[in-house]
């Protein structure tokens, strides 16, 4: 399962899964890869999050966009989807 979300890390921001996973279920592979939409510097594009479901179960998987050494300010963008592995 691949995550993609607009994202523009040269801002300082990045997605980041916000809470354990239930890697009972499913497990990140890797790390989280970038893909600018131009090849002008400071391009935004989109962040990938690859997963894969390793049990059948439920789970539901939080990512937060924010500047990571920011902890005392609410991230800019939240996503969330729960997730049905049969």
Do not use: C
């Not at 040269?10 to 997605?15: A, N």
């Not at 789970?59 to 500047?67: D, E, N, Q």
Request: proline share 7%; hydrophobic share 35%.
């Amino acid at each position: 399962m691949v995550i993609t979300l607009e994202a523009n890390p040269t801002t300082g921001y990045t997605w980041e899964v916000t809470e354990p996973l239930d890697e009972q279920v499913m497990q990140q592979v890797g790390r989280i890869e970038f893909k600018p939409e131009t090849k002008l510097p400071g391009a935004g594009g989109v962040q990938s999050i690859r997963f894969k479901i390793v049990n059948a179960g439920r789970t539901t998987l939080k990512l937060v966009y924010h500047r990571p050494w920011e902890t005392d300010v609410k991230p800019l963008k939240t996503f969330s989807i729960h997730v049905v592995a049969r």
